[in-house]
């Protein structure tokens, strides 16, 4: 599996980007899917999760309202639209694969990772 994440860069407060998520070698459409942050010096943060069909997504508190993940099977790639951005946002962002269908918060349920993208936000 190679996840290759992308759509990150340097944004300024409150606007928006468009992070995307794809595996050109393997399917992931029976897996649950996420995205996890991590800022220089912070732990690793959950940001969203999407189930396998999509249907049921959990974001983490700080982003509640403000970001939206969504997946396309057809095209095995996941999305994270990231609006009102704010400076706090600040991290590398990485996608990853769940061991199931579901995408729940633990990391230790996650079998791939991404290499990440960087998002900057400016105050």
């Known amino acids: 599996v190679q996840l290759q994440a992308s759509g990150g860069g340097l944004v300024q407060a409150g606007g928006s980007l468009r992070l995307s998520c794809a595996d050109s070698r393997r399917t992931f459409s029976n897996n649950g899917l996420a995205w996890f942050r991590q800022a220089p010096g912070k732990e690793r943060e959950f940001v969203a999760g999407i189930n396998w069909r999509g249907g049921v997504t959990t974001y983490g508190d700080s982003v509640k309202g403000r970001f939206t993940i969504s997946r396309d099977n057809a095209k095995n790639t996941m999305y994270l639209q990231m609006n009102s951005l704010k400076p706090e946002d600040t991290a590398k962002y990485h996608c990853?694969?769940?061991?199931?269908?579901?995408?729940?918060?633990?990391?230790?349920?996650?079998?791939?990772w991404g290499q990440g993208t960087l998002v900057t936000v400016s105050s």
């Open positions: 990853a694969v769940a061991l199931s269908s579901v995408a729940g918060t633990d990391p230790n349920n996650y079998r791939y």
